[in-house]
C-alpha cells in the first residue's frame, strides 16, 4: 500500500478549505484517508498564521514510514523546514504554443513587409529631388543632339521658302 500526504477537498462551492492527509494512494482525493497532518485555507491572506497549519510530528513519521508528499505539499513542508524541495528546472515553461509561434512569424513577416513599404516610400521621396539634377545632363545630350537638327532644319528651311516663293509668283 503507497501512501501519499496530500490535499483533500472541502469547503463550499467558490470557498475552497483542504485538509493534509495522508492516505493510500488509490483513493480518491477526498475519499477516507488514514490521518489528518494539518489544513490549507487558501482564502486567508498569504501572511497570516492560520493559512497553513501543520502536525510536524505526525508528518514527520509518515515521512519516516515511506509516504510521498504531493507537490503542493512539499512546497509546505520546505516553507516548514521539514522537508527540503528540490528546485526543478523546466526550460521550456516560457516557451509559446505552435500557434503561437506562427503568429508571431507572421507578425514578424507583416512587420517586415511594412518596412520594406515604408523605406520605399522614403526612398522615392527622396528619389524626385535628387531626379531633376540627373535629368538635367539627360537635357543638355539631348539639346545637343537636337541642335545639329535644328541647324539641318534651319537650311531647309531656305530652300522650302524659296520653293514658296516661286510658286506664289506664278
Known sequence: MAIA????????????????????????????????????NP?????????????EDRIK??????????????RFLD??????????NNPQKAEPGEAAKERAEEKAAKAAEAEEAKKAAEEEAKAPAE??????????????EEAPAEEAAAEEAPAEEAAEEEKKED
Open 5 to 40: 500526504i496530500r490535499l483533500s477537498r472541502g469547503g463550499a462551492k467558490k470557498r475552497p478549505y483542504y485538509r493534509i492527509v495522508a492516505a493510500d494512494s488509490r483513493r480518491a482525493r477526498d475519499g477516507k484517508y488514514l490521518e489528518q497532518l494539518g489544513t490549507y
Open 79 to 88: 516553507a516548514a523546514g521539514i522537508m527540503e524541495r528540490t528546485p526543478r
Open 43 to 55: 482564502m486567508l491572506p498569504k501572511g497570516d498564521e492560520k493559512r497553513v497549519t501543520l502536525i
Open 131 to 144: 531626379e531633376p539634377a540627373a535629368e538635367e545632363a539627360p537635357a543638355e545630350e539631348a539639346a545637343a
Open 61 to 74: 513519521y509518515w515521512l519516516g514510514v515511506g509516504a510521498q508528499p504531493s507537490d503542493r505539499v512539499l
